[in-house]
């Protein structure tokens, strides 16, 4: 018989499927600063258990049926009790739809919105899974000038501008206003007026991605940007990943009838995971604001070894956020240093961290920076770890 050889699907693929992309097992350091992982030692297993148990005991049958398409009802009606007592919000279980992290969410909004070449709007450095999804659809990225406290609203009006004057198409505006990733920065009351001010002006609307706001080191909050918008121009996006745990893969968005109808004929594979669902509704009935009180005085002892550590280690030779949230703090060298040239290199001595071009819509900006995530490793390994990222580049005559 003639040797065979695999068959090519080449010709095949659709014009918008990307290249392929290797995945071989990722690396993770001892120290890992590189991704936003939760403490271990904090996930509520004994109390996840008994809520699922619970909650198959009393309805385990409906298992064998598929799931509402929004997802599990009663997990809905909690949100919106969740989010009115949180962050202001007034919504009914009826516009709100679950699904697989805030990940399928994005997905789902860009593939509702964007054509090839339509414009978002971001912050000048933002979560890399959201520019991944908007890379996806083909999107024109402009990023937003940032100072302390988020993104700056007269820069945000003047992109959007030139953009309507070299006759090119807007169609959102991305923000994380409550802790951003990677910045940290929050945006207070009053730039959340003048953002939504400039969206129902220019007629954009705002995705507002809200995934650290419950991880609030203060003792004030300031109201999600949905809640100050009286006419439909914001979808709002949650999560439970970051406040119990990612392996959970569920999240949640918010949005007027007409929108939600829309991506409710997008979203593929019926309603989200029952399992999980059910074990989410008892354990956030019963724990979730006790736990989240929990992992926020675990959380800022680990932000403030990691801020102590900073300035053992790096002193004046550098610059770095102090969040009051979230799991992450931005460091900035100074302007001619490459830090992407260092990171394979930090990995394998056992430090993981993320450059900052990785959160720059043009992949360039931001190599002096990095993102240094504090959620995981022990205090006494975050300082460790920081004063052998300092070791390396001492070694490479970088700091």
Same mark, same amino acid.
């Given at each position: 018989?003639?040797?065979?050889?695999?068959?090519?699907?080449?010709?095949?693929?659709?014009?918008?499927?990307?290249?392929?992309?290797?995945?071989?097992?990722?690396?993770?350091?001892?120290? $890992?600063?590189?991704?936003?992982?939760?403490?271990?030692?904090?996930?509520?297993?004994?109390?996840?258990?008994?809520?699922?148990?619970? /909650?198959?005991?009393?309805?385990?049958?409906?298992?064998?049926?598929?799931?509402?398409?929004?997802?599990?009802?009663?997990? #809905?009606?909690?949100?919106?009790?969740? @989010?009115?007592? $949180? #962050?202001?919000?007034?919504?009914?279980?009826?516009?709100?739809?679950?699904?697989?992290?805030?990940?399928?969410?994005?997905?789902?909004?860009?593939?509702?919105?964007?054509?090839?070449?339509?414009?978002?709007?971001?912050?000048?450095? @933002?979560?890399?899974?959201?520019?991944?999804?908007? %890379?996806?659809?083909?999107?024109?990225?402009?990023?937003?000038?940032?100072?302390?406290?988020?993104?700056?609203?007269?820069?945000?009006?003047?992109? *959007?501008?030139?953009?309507?004057? $070299?006759?090119?198409?807007?169609?959102?505006?991305?923000?994380?206003?409550?802790?951003?990733?990677?910045?940290?920065?929050?945006?207070?009351?009053?730039?959340?007026?003048?953002?939504?001010?400039?969206?129902? *002006?220019?007629?954009?609307?705002?995705?507002?991605?809200?995934?650290?706001?419950?991880?609030?080191?203060?003792?004030?909050? @300031?109201?999600?940007?949905?809640?100050?918008?009286?006419?439909?121009?914001?979808?709002?996006?949650?999560?439970?990943?970051?406040?119990?745990?990612?392996?959970? %893969?569920?999240?949640?968005?918010?949005?007027?009838?007409?929108?939600?109808?829309?991506?409710?004929?997008?979203?593929?594979?019926?309603?989200?995971?029952?399992?999980?669902?059910?074990?989410?509704? #008892?354990?956030?009935?019963?724990?979730?604001?006790?736990?989240?009180?929990?992992?926020?005085?675990?959380? *800022?002892?680990? %932000?403030?070894?990691?801020?102590?550590?900073?300035?053992?280690?790096?002193?004046?030779?550098?610059?770095?956020?102090?969040?009051?949230?979230?799991?992450? *703090?931005?460091?900035?060298?100074?302007?001619?240093?490459?830090?992407?040239?260092?990171?394979?290199?930090?990995?394998?001595?056992? @430090?993981?961290?993320?450059?900052?071009?990785?959160?720059?819509? $043009?992949?360039?900006? /931001?190599?002096?920076?990095? #993102?240094?995530?504090?959620?995981?490793?022990?205090?006494?390994?975050?300082?460790?770890?920081?004063?052998?990222?300092?070791?390396?580049?001492?070694?490479?005559?970088?700091?």
């Amino acid at each position: 018989m003639p040797e065979s050889s695999n068959f090519s699907f080449e010709s095949l693929y659709s014009k918008s499927t990307p290249p392929g992309k290797l995945r071989p097992p990722a690396l993770r350091g001892k120290y $890992d600063f590189a991704v936003a992982y939760p403490d271990p030692g904090s996930l509520p297993i004994k109390e996840l258990i008994e809520s699922l148990t619970l /909650g198959l005991n009393a309805e385990g049958e409906s298992l064998a049926i598929y799931p509402h398409p929004q997802g599990y009802l009663p997990l #809905r009606k909690f949100v919106a009790e969740k @989010v009115l007592a $949180d #962050r202001q919000i007034e919504t009914d279980y009826e516009n709100i739809i679950l699904g697989n992290g805030s990940g399928e969410h994005l997905y789902m909004i860009a593939e509702a919105l964007l054509n090839p070449n339509d414009v978002v709007f971001t912050e000048e450095f @933002v979560y890399s899974g959201t520019l991944s999804i908007l %890379r996806r659809f083909q999107a024109k990225i402009i990023p937003v000038k940032c100072d302390h406290n988020g993104m700056i609203p007269e820069e945000l009006d003047k992109s *959007i501008i030139k953009i309507k004057n $070299d006759n090119k198409t807007p169609k959102f505006i991305y923000t994380i206003p409550t802790f951003q990733n990677p910045l940290g920065t929050i945006n207070p009351i009053n730039r959340r007026i003048k953002l939504l001010e400039i969206s129902k *002006i220019h007629e954009i609307p705002i995705v507002e991605d809200d995934c650290y706001a419950d991880i609030n080191f203060t003792e004030t909050s @300031v109201p999600a940007i949905y809640s100050l918008d009286k006419l439909g121009h914001v979808i709002y996006v949650g999560s439970f990943s970051k406040i119990i745990a990612p392996g959970l %893969r569920l999240g949640y968005l918010i949005a007027q009838p007409e929108f939600l109808d829309r991506i409710n004929a997008i979203k593929s594979g019926g309603g989200v995971n029952q399992f999980a669902a059910i074990a989410i509704h #008892r354990y956030g009935i019963n724990y979730l604001a006790k736990h989240i009180k929990l992992i926020n005085n675990i959380l *800022i002892k680990k %932000r403030d070894a990691m801020l102590a550590a900073l300035g053992e280690n790096f002193g004046s030779k550098a610059e770095w956020s102090n969040p009051d949230g979230g799991l992450y *703090i931005w460091l900035k060298m100074p302007s001619n240093i490459d830090l992407s040239l260092v990171q394979e290199e930090s990995l394998k001595s056992g @430090v993981g961290f993320q450059p900052g071009n990785l959160f720059a819509p $043009d992949f360039k900006d /931001g190599k002096n920076c990095a #993102r240094l995530c504090f959620g995981y490793n022990s205090p006494k390994e975050i300082y460790e770890g920081i004063r052998k990222l300092a070791k390396i580049l001492e070694k490479k005559q970088i700091l």
